[in-house]
């Protein structure tokens, strides 16, 4: 074993034997206690919770979707399984968070150009392309509520944590359909965005979503947006991918 | 792939698989997120998912799997959004017991290495030396290839290598 194996395995070892201080308390007092605790923060977390990412800076510009809740929103919930039944693409030399993750599956009720759009986005994610990505985004592209387009990849690549396995997760659920007065109906992804209410989201939704985000994140969303604030991807009945981001 | 002992949890109780898993969790989360009390209280979120629909879950191939995969997305989740608002926790004052030692600085010095690491590579490392999982386990817990597994673990051994190395001389 070379040091850096020898390193790794001690310091896992550690951690390890730490962590069995650590002993399983009430699920029930859990909840009370973390609320609690983060009432003391209440105060920033309607900054926090939402609009704290570095990226994700505010602007003056209107995105052009009705907000959660809006009148035209209209759910239409397909799939019922999250999981996408083909198999993980080999991947051995692409360097993201979505290589070798699983294509993406059809879902029923989608237009054919959505359809391609979407599974496009997940190839080319899976494949870490981010030419192919470029390409498939476009100038309409909205990555933040200042009118962040492509480019958002590049930084949230840099910075580390690149949001494409997530991308993949989102387009992988339940999709619903967001329609405005004049305005091209939108595909989006997950479903819960398109529901008038957070009462609204049937529960398995909700389950599939607290597999991405804290039962935390999720709940001031519910309070302070009465709806999936989070992140979402939408895609045009036309065929283009009109937005990925989080906040409202 | 599914072991014995996965294969027995379809006919345990709830209780007796957190109690069981509960450590192992927490020690994925502390090493992906450094805070002990965030870590203990993920891992706690983790089993709350877990808790309310455990006949479905406690039926999956490998309902570790599950819950593993859960865990480094809400460890991820939680550093993506909830840093800031932690620090503000701790600013008011929050109460914020933790039943977890502190690391060693040689052992943390390790953990902090390895969450500067782009995200994907860190949660195949802790994977692989915290959960001591094979590559196909990897794979499973972060649904993606074995291939890709193998090329994150790789990718981050060799900045390991420099970085660590670089601190063992900068402290030797």
């Known amino acids: 074993m070379n040091k850096l194996e020898q390193r790794m395995e001690d310091a896992a070892a550690e951690v390890r034997q730490v962590s069995r201080h650590a002993h399983p308390r009430d699920l029930g007092a859990t909840r009370s206690r973390n609320s609690a605790r983060l009432a003391f923060a209440t105060a920033f977390v309607v900054v926090i919770a939402i609009g704290i990412i570095p990226f994700l800076t505010r602007g003056t510009d209107q995105v052009p979707l009705g907000p959660i809740g809006s009148p ?6 397909v799939a019922t399984v999250p999981t996408p039944t083909t198999a993980p693409l080999p991947a051995p030399d692409l360097d993201c968070s979505a290589a070798g993750m699983p294509q993406a599956d059809r879902q029923p009720d989608l237009p054919e150009v959505v359809a391609t759009m979407r599974a496009d986005i997940v190839r080319a994610a899976t494949s870490c392309d981010y030419e192919a990505l470029e390409a498939l985004a476009g100038p309409q592209l909205l990555t933040n509520f200042g009118g962040g387009g492509f480019e958002s990849f590049y930084t949230w690549r840099d910075q580390g944590d690149d949001m494409l396995d997530l991308m993949v997760s989102l387009l992988a659920m339940p999709h619903g359909l967001q329609v405005i007065e004049g305005q091209p109906d939108i595909y989006a992804w997950p479903a819960a965005f398109t529901y008038d209410s957070w009462d609204e989201i049937p529960e398995e939704e909700l389950e599939a979503l607290r597999e991405l985000y804290t039962d935390e994140e999720l709940r001031q969303s519910e309070e302070f947006f009465d709806g999936y604030a989070l992140w979402r991807l939408g895609i045009t ?3 283009d991918w ?3 981001l989080a906040g409202d | 792939m599914s072991s014995a002992s996965d294969r027995t949890n379809d006919l345990e109780s709830f209780d007796s698989f957190y109690r069981r898993e509960f450590s192992g969790i927490v020690a994925i989360v502390r090493a992906l997120v450094r805070d002990g009390a965030a870590a203990e209280d993920l891992a ?3 089993f709350m998912s877990a ?5 479905k879950i406690s039926g999956y191939d490998q309902p570790r799997a599950w819950v593993r995969r859960v865990a480094i997305n809400k460890a991820t989740s939680f550093l993506r959004w909830r840093g ?3 620090r503000a926790v701790n600013r008011f004052g929050g109460q914020r017991g933790t039943t977890i030692p502190e690391l060693s600085p040689a052992g943390e010095e390790v953990w902090s290495e390895v969450r500067r690491l782009p995200k994907r590579q860190a949660q195949a490392v802790v994977l692989h ?5 094979t590559m196909g386990e990897i794979a499973e817990v972060m649904k993606c290839s074995t291939g890709a597994v193998k090329s994150h673990l790789s990718r981050a051994r060799s900045t390991l290598s420099t970085t660590l190395s670089e601190w063992s001389e900068e402290t030797s």
Request: proline content about 7%; cysteine-free.
């Open chain 1, 72 to 77: 035209g929103s209209v759910p239409s919930t």
């Open chain 2, 84 to 86: 800031a608002e932690w």
């Open chain 1, 237 to 239: 009945e036309d065929g």
């Open chain 2, 51 to 55: 808790s309310r629909h455990w006949p």
């Open chain 1, 242 to 244: 009109k937005f990925f």
């Open chain 2, 44 to 46: 706690q979120d983790t």
């Open chain 2, 129 to 133: 030396y915290v959960a001591q999982l």
